[in-house]
């Protein structure tokens, strides 16, 4: 029912930060709970962040607290995830999620995905 478009992956220094986007259209409105995956090379999928539909309810990995802050413009349909003193285990294919429910996000039992952005840390 929504579209995601992920944007802001590339290539950065251990230590850098990247931002990334993912703009929704379609059928969006601002109930919908958004977060971020990543997979990255020989692992499973994993899940990053969340954040619900009002914003006023964040959801981190361990991996990453502290690190990365997930936010949202819900007026531009967006979510942000700015990603700071970066790993090279952050090294990764990130994937933007969107559904009506919360708790399903954080399940990765999602109703739209992303096509995905590549981050890539270098030592």
């Known amino acids: 029912q929504v579209q995601l478009v992920e944007s802001g992956g590339g290539l950065v220094q251990a230590g850098g930060s990247l931002r990334l986007s993912c703009a929704a259209s379609?059928?969006?409105?601002?109930?919908?709970?958004m977060g971020w995956f990543r997979q990255a090379p020989g692992k499973e999928r994993e899940f990053v962040a969340a954040?619900?539909?009002?914003?006023?309810?964040?959801d981190y990995a361990d991996s990453v607290k502290g690190r990365f802050t997930i936010s949202r413009n819900n007026a531009k349909n967006t979510v942000y995830l700015q990603m700071n003193s970066l790993k090279p285990e952050d090294t990764a294919v990130y994937y933007c999620?969107?559904?009506?429910?919360?708790?399903?996000?954080?399940?990765?039992?999602?109703?739209?995905w992303g096509q995905g952005t590549q981050v890539t840390v270098s030592s």
């Open positions: 999620a969107a559904d009506q429910l919360l708790y399903r996000v954080v399940a990765g039992t999602v109703g739209s």
């Open positions: 379609g059928r969006t409105f601002s109930s919908y709970a």
């Open positions: 954040i619900s539909w009002s914003g006023g309810s964040t």
